[in-house]
């Protein structure tokens, strides 16, 4: 499926929040306004206490859903929806983009009149320094959420976001991008690891051979296999993932990590 794309797209990025640290919420902030190719930041939190400063649209749900945060992506994707929006991104609260990421996809869009147009994702500690970039994000096989680009063509699929069954959530990529594959939309990828993607799960420090700090949300590894095991219950194909990682040991070096089937990875 595609459309006709406007010249100049109106761009809207959706974050979710629930009481992340100030620095981080303020980094995700600063990364959206430094963008160049001007778009609109909408944050929604999930009945969160700590709240982030304008110049952001800020959107605080009374009552917490718990959803992984896919509610507050659902209000900010509507909301952008009826303030005539032509694009949508979305960046978690932990990470940030590159000053070119939301460029680097409106002139793919451009080009290819893609409806959905994904980036690749580079993992960063949690104190914000670069691990290696994730391969298994391609744009084919997976998306991450934060390197997604809906346009309108697309935006039935932002339904998805709070339809999907409450089991499901903590796989909610997943989810997400099995449904825009179903659809048929067209795609577009630009192979560019233009988003820093803060790690928080163990498994992608004991994957490249790291300790994980002690920041790490070892819990949610068990919430991601309990909705992997409810998904193929419910009927459904499988969603687990071979992870892989490309890490830059050097200028103009790269090695490649690749893992089998990662019965216990995180999503």
């Given at each position: 499926m595609s459309a006709q794309a406007p010249c100049s797209p109106r761009v809207a990025v959706v974050t979710p929040f629930?009481?992340?640290p100030p620095d981080w919420l303020a980094q995700a902030q600063r990364s959206i306004a430094a963008q160049t190719y001007p778009c609109d930041h909408i944050m929604v939190g999930d009945a969160a206490s700590v709240v982030p400063p304008l110049p952001a649209t800020v959107v605080n749900l009374p009552t917490c859903v718990a959803d992984f945060g896919d509610t507050p992506r659902a209000v900010g994707s509507f909301y952008a929806v009826g303030l005539g929006y032509d694009a949508i991104a979305y960046l978690d609260a932990d990470n940030w983009f590159d000053p070119d990421h939301i460029a680097s996809l409106v002139t793919?869009?451009?080009?290819?009149?893609?409806?959905?147009?994904?980036?690749?994702?580079?993992f960063v500690r949690i104190d914000g320094t670069y691990m290696a970039e994730c391969t298994a994000s391609d744009g084919d096989n997976f998306s991450d959420t934060n390197c997604l680009?809906?346009?309108?063509?697309?935006?039935a699929v932002l339904s998805t976001w709070v339809l999907m069954d409450r089991a499901f959530h903590a796989i909610d990529d997943r989810v997400i991008w099995h449904a825009i594959k179903q659809q048929g939309y067209?795609?577009?990828?630009?192979?560019?690891?233009s988003v820093a993607y803060r790690a928080r799960l163990p498994n992608f420090y004991t994957d490249l051979g790291e300790t994980p700090p002690l920041e790490v949300k070892a819990q949610q590894v068990e919430a991601i296999m309990a909705a992997l095991t409810a998904w193929e219950a419910a009927g459904n194909a499988p969603l687990r993932m071979r992870w892989g990682y490309r890490r830059y040991a050097a200028p103009?070096?790269?090695?490649e990590i690749n893992f089998g089937d990662a019965a216990d990875a995180p999503h």
């Open positions: 629930c009481n992340e793919l869009h451009l080009q290819t009149t893609a409806a959905v147009v994904t980036s690749r994702r580079a680009f809906i346009t309108r063509a697309a935006f067209a795609l577009a990828h630009t192979g560019r690891a103009n070096r790269i090695r």
